[in-house]
């Protein structure tokens, strides 16, 4: 994940001078400052004189617990208006500081410091703020209700800067009380708080104020605990976000026809959020601008059983995002494709997060799951879409939640109900649980054009439990999905099943000064039956991952499975493979391998499949980055080839300053199902200007070029677009 996956480590201090936390003692105070900082990299603001120190004295990934290879130290403070923390950065080697010019939320892989900063103090969620040595900005919301889960789509709007000095780098930041919420209330305040930087040289080095302990699941239960915030505000806590968008479309049917120019089309709408109280957010947006200026990941679309899967980027479904994610995809906002308005209400009160939002969607998309296939078919009106969350903390750690949704239009309804909940035993242990059930009605002419009842319903259970330690995790499930169960604001994609799945796995760990930083080995295996008993599939593999020095990661799989499609059980034995490694600090290489039986699902058969491919990410200099993926994927049937696929992914971007950056991409596609071929070319010419993640201006242009047998290549499609924002904080 190009997010900050760390074993990271906590903090703890007290303000005077540097302190070195330990376990045994992580309470300290905080002051606050009279003073505000110039926010310019320098540490010469009288600020930071009545700064808590806090000294970085641990790497904890991949060495356990070992002194830190350089010296860092992090300064916290505080005034009514913001939360202020800087980085002293050292060393020994400034000239091999890696401190690229890159776009927000990218340079994880560079030098940077960060905290993770939990304002609940409820050891579950948290928000990570980080910069890189060239002053890079990455923030991300961080959920550990089971997992640590990053989400790097969740933005706020703050402040920083970094230089670099003859003895490393230096960093500051200021963050708002309104970019983050916090408890209400004028009274001292309890932060649980991480500090921490990545170093990467030979390996990436992860360190922190204090030890971790990998046989307690979870960062935040570790944090050091920070007193004070006394009298903080986030002031109005109103930002107003009015967009204009404008494109032309033009298009033509042949080579020989001339463009059919469309015309210039504007529209403006308007966005804002508004802090009700510190812990509680509401969002409206009236005619959003919703549209996609980075195009989506490639993904191949052929010989597929289900429908794919595309991550949300859109900023008003990210609010208070994280807690919707339950064991089932009840909730995929994807599936709301064009709305003409929405509302939201999020926040936290006491130990209960929430999350209410209505949406009226001018496009209804129904995703059609079976046991075998499933589709996503239109639905030709309009709908109105609503999901409420609630999560409530018990306990160490343990919770208990409530998910509802709703989605009506005329002659249509779908609804979901359903609870869920997470119960730790101890640090390592734990079970979780969903329960949930469905009604649907389509209209009569849906109905019996896609072969569904016109009136389902459905439940749905899982049931999972965990152990997750320093050397060996292992998990169990029972799952059951009726054939009625529909979760159209969602994204379950296979229904009529019930099976168990579970596996284990060991891991040796290692350090900087070894040939590996890390080893694992694990078995998997699951069972699946339809509803009605007959077994659907069967799966045993066999895992390994290796992590050593120059990055490098290594994963493989040795899989034996049988399969039920259309009647007939198949039996299939693949191999799969994931590799990469840094030859420099510039350079990335990696590759993927799927080699082995699989099934040719447009004509009932087994086959032999050979896929994968190599990328590429490569920082030609600070300001120039190119990147390429190549997928290729063949599937051959009684020694003869029935297709051959390649994707090519290129992107190549130029970085004039942190705010402003220009963009290429090129998408080629091939499929050969001979003697049928079809080639499709995308382009896209992109220049990006942020002055921060909601004040924006895009200028764009991109065409499509098709092929196939009958038409050479030709550009049926072209596109001129431009998107202005500003984020308005009154």
């Given amino acids: 994940m190009r997010h900050f996956v760390l074993f990271l480590l906590l903090a703890t201090a007290s303000f005077a ?59 916290l403070t505080y005034n009514e208006t913001a939360l202020l923390v800087a980085f002293d950065a050292k060393d020994p080697n ?20 960060g905290i993770i900063i939990d304002t609940f103090n409820d050891e579950i969620r948290g928000f990570e703020f980080m910069i890189s040595a060239a002053g890079i900005q990455m923030d991300l919301s961080r959920n550990e209700n089971l997992r640590q889960n990053e989400d790097s789509t969740w933005d706020a ?45 030979n390996v990436r080095h992860q360190i922190g104020a204090m030890p971790y302990n990998r046989d307690i699941n979870g960062l935040l239960k570790q944090a050091m605990k920070v007193t004070g915030f006394e009298n903080i505000s986030a002031g109005r806590n109103l930002e107003i976000q009015p967009t204009f968008t404008a494109q032309r479309n033009d298009a033509k049917s042949s080579p020989d026809d001339s463009w059919d120019n469309g015309p210039i089309m504007g529209d403006t709408g308007i966005s804002a959020r508004w802090g009700v109280t510190p812990n509680i957010s509401f969002n409206g947006t009236v005619n959003p601008d919703f549209s996609q200026v980075e195009a989506d990941e490639l993904q191949l679309q052929i010989n597929t059983k289900y429908a794919l899967y595309y991550r949300e980027k859109r900023p008003f479904f990210m609010e208070g995002a994280s807690i919707l994610n339950t064991p089932f995809r009840a909730v995929y906002t994807r599936s709301i494709a064009n709305p003409s308005w929405g509302a939201k209400l999020s926040g ?47 306990g160490n750690g343990s919770s208990v939640g409530f998910l509802g949704t709703a989605r009506v239009a005329d002659g249509y309804s779908n609804y979901i109900g359903g609870i869920d909940g997470l119960y730790r035993i101890n640090d390592t242990d734990w079970v979780k649980w969903q329960f949930m059930t469905s009604n649907t009605e389509y209209p009569d002419e849906f109905a019996v054009v896609h072969d569904q009842q016109k009136t389902l319903t459905g439940d749905a259970m899982v049931i999972t439990a965990g152990h997750e330690a320093r050397n060996w995790t292992f998990w169990s499930s029972i799952i059951r999905k009726d054939k009625g169960l529909r979760a159209d604001n969602g994204f379950i994609n296979r229904v009529d099943t019930k099976g168990i799945d579970g596996g284990s796995w060991y891991n040796w760990q290692g350090s900087s000064d070894t040939w590996f930083t890390g080893i694992g080995v694990g078995i998997e295996g699951a069972y699946t039956e339809d509803t009605s008993g007959q077994i659907c599939d069967k799966r045993i593999a066999l895992e390994s991952s290796y992590n050593g020095p120059l990055q490098t990661g290594i994963w493989t799989m040795l899989s034996a499975n049988e399969e039920r499609y259309d009647g007939t059980s198949y039996k299939m034995n693949f191999f799969r493979l994931h590799a990469g490694f840094h030859p420099t ?26 896929g994968g491919g190599p990328r590429i990410d490569w920082k030609i200099t600070d300001n120039i980055k190119f990147y390429t993926d190549l997928t290729h994927e063949q599937l051959d049937v009684n020694g003869e080839d029935y297709y051959t696929v390649n994707l090519l992914d290129n992107r190549l971007v130029y970085h004039f300053n942190k705010q402003t950056f220009i963009r290429a991409t090129v998408q080629y ?62």
């Avoid at 400034?94 to 560079?110: K, L, N, Q, V």
């Avoid at 239109?378 to 409420?388: P, Q």
Wanted: charged content about 25%.
């Fill in 585 to 610: 600090g510039n350079l990335f290489i990696g590759m993927g391998l799927r080699r082995g039986d699989a099934i040719d699902y447009d004509n009932g058969r087994l086959g032999f499949r050979l």
């Fill in 17 to 75: 001078s540097a302190v070195h936390p330990t376990p045994e003692n992580r309470f300290f105070d905080v002051v606050a400052t009279e003073h505000e900082i110039s926010v310019d990299g320098s540490l010469d603001d009288t600020a930071w004189s009545d700064a808590l120190e806090i000294s970085l004295d641990y790497e904890a990934d991949p060495g356990e617990n070992i002194p830190a290879p350089v010296e860092t130290t992090c300064y």
């Fill in 157 to 201: 709007i703050w402040q920083s800067a970094a230089i670099i000095t003859d003895s490393g780098y230096q960093v500051e930041m200021r963050i708002p009380w309104s970019a983050i919420r916090f408890p209400n209330g004028n009274g001292k305040k309890t932060f649980g708080l991480t500090p921490m930087r990545s170093y990467p040289r």
């Fill in 94 to 113: 400034p000239s091999e500081i890696r401190a690229s010019i890159a776009d927000r939320d990218t340079p994880f892989r560079d030098d940077n410091c």
């Fill in 669 to 730: 596609t091939h499929a050969d199902y001979s003697p049928d071929i079809e080639e499709s070319l995308f382009t896209q010419l992109l220049f990006s200007y942020k002055v921060n993640p909601q004040t924006v201006l895009f200028l764009g242009y991109s065409d499509y070029i098709y092929g196939d047998n009958e038409w050479d290549l030709f550009r049926s499609d072209r596109s001129f677009f431009m998107k202005a924002a500003y984020a308005w904080q009154p």
């Fill in 348 to 394: 936290k009160q006491d130990a209960t997060s929430f999350s209410l939002f209505t949406v009226r969607d001018q496009q209804t998309n129904i995703l059609l799951p079976s046991n075998e296939h499933s589709s996503v078919e239109l639905l030709d009106r309009n709908n109105n879409s609503g999901v409420f969350r609630a999560l409530h903390d018990i």
